[in-house]
């Protein structure tokens, strides 16, 4: 029997996602399709549902699988945070209309995730600069998703300085000091910045980019082009994908999980294949 929960983070989207969140549940009820609608106080467990709906952000997917235990029930995602990149990757630049029917006639269909630390992440993660430009959450989501990150990281531009980083990529070793270590499941992060443009849901792989130090004048030339994914013939870009990765740091640093901070020495990411049942 069908029926769906709807699990709405209520901070995101500036209220937008309990908006959202009511709507869906009144286009259901008209539909005559079972649902629970939870703004902010989810149930504990998920086992009743047949499908689940999770209205908000990279972060609140990234909530959902690092608090719940996942059995494979399908999941779909609607637009309510601050970036929305893994919204865009699933499903494009398409109305809440024409979402709800595609998700209502689609099949599940499998999808790759990724673990860092023992963290589950659907997105992207970033080492160093990404995580220092996460501190600013403050600025990101008063300007919005893509104009407050780049807000932030053309600030971040003059100020900040390359770590030292040891990195093996499914057991080959890198050196050297880097201003981008992304290790990403998906294409987008920022809000629209094309950081790994090569990676796919689907293929078993995580795609790592690591960019070599940049002075001043060079980190404003390719910034756009990193946004547009035209960055990867550039001599200070290493690119690669691969299923192990470990990032060694002299001494700790922030990085980011869909959005989430956390502050290490080690970083090891695996890829999860075929994790997540999308629609």
């Given at each position: 029997?069908?029926?769906?929960?709807?699990?709405?983070?209520?901070?995101?989207?500036?209220?937008?996602?309990?908006?959202?969140?009511?709507?869906?549940?009144?286009?259901?009820?008209?539909?005559?399709?079972?649902?629970?609608?939870?703004?902010?106080?989810?149930?504990?467990?998920?086992?009743?549902?047949?499908?689940?709906?999770?209205?908000?952000?990279?972060?609140?997917?990234?909530?959902?699988?690092?608090?719940y235990t996942y059995s494979k029930t399908p999941l779909s995602i609607f637009k309510g945070g601050t970036g929305n990149d893994f919204h865009w990757k699933l499903y494009g630049d398409i109305s809440k209309e024409e979402l709800?029917?595609?998700?209502?006639?689609?099949?599940?269909?499998?999808?790759?995730?990724?673990?860092?630390?023992?963290?589950?992440?659907?997105?992207?993660?970033?080492?160093?600069?990404?995580?220092?430009?996460?501190?600013?959450?403050?600025?990101?989501?008063?300007?919005?998703?893509?104009?407050?990150?780049?807000?932030?990281?053309?600030?971040?531009?003059?100020?900040?300085?390359?770590?030292?980083?040891?990195?093996?990529?499914?057991?080959?070793?890198?050196?050297?000091?880097?201003?981008?270590?992304?290790?990403?499941?998906?294409?987008?992060?920022?809000?629209?910045?094309?950081?790994?443009?090569?990676?796919?849901?689907?293929?078993?792989?995580?795609?790592?980019?690591?960019?070599?130090?940049?002075?001043?004048?060079?980190?404003?030339?390719?910034?756009?082009?990193?946004?547009?994914?035209?960055?990867?013939?550039?001599?200070?870009?290493?690119?690669?994908?691969?299923?192990?990765?470990?990032?060694?740091?002299?001494?700790?640093?922030?990085?980011?999980?869909?959005?989430?901070?956390?502050?290490?020495?080690?970083?090891?990411?695996?890829?999860?294949?075929?994790?997540l049942m999308i629609k």
């Amino acid at each position: 029997m069908v029926h769906i929960g709807i699990l709405v983070n209520p901070l995101s989207g500036s209220g937008h996602a309990g908006e959202l969140g009511n709507w869906l549940a009144t286009q259901l009820a008209h539909k005559k399709i079972s649902c629970s609608l939870f703004i902010g106080n989810w149930p504990h467990r998920m086992d009743a549902f047949s499908d689940i709906w999770i209205v908000g952000g990279d972060g609140t997917v990234n909530y959902f699988l690092n608090h719940y235990t996942y059995s494979k029930t399908p999941l779909s995602i609607f637009k309510g945070g601050t970036g929305n990149d893994f919204h865009w990757k699933l499903y494009g630049d398409i109305s809440k209309e024409e979402l709800l029917e595609k998700i209502l006639s689609a099949p599940a269909r499998p999808i790759d995730a990724a673990c860092c630390n023992n963290k589950v992440y659907i997105n992207s993660s970033g080492i160093g600069f990404d995580g220092e430009v996460l501190r600013s959450m403050k600025a990101i989501r008063k300007l919005g998703g893509h104009f407050g990150y780049l807000w932030v990281v053309l600030k971040k531009i003059f100020s900040y300085r390359e770590p030292d980083f040891r990195v093996t990529v499914d057991g080959k070793e890198w050196l050297g000091k880097f201003l981008l270590v992304s290790a990403n499941n998906s294409s987008r992060t920022g809000g629209g910045f094309l950081v790994t443009p090569r990676a796919t849901l689907d293929d078993g792989k995580l795609d790592l980019l690591l960019c070599k130090p940049l002075g001043l004048l060079k980190r404003l030339l390719y910034l756009p082009k990193i946004e547009t994914g035209k960055h990867l013939s550039l001599s200070c870009i290493l690119y690669f994908q691969a299923t192990d990765i470990k990032v060694f740091c002299e001494n700790e640093l922030y990085a980011q999980l869909d959005g989430e901070l956390i502050k290490e020495k080690i970083f090891h990411y695996t890829v999860l294949p075929a994790y997540l049942m999308i629609k």
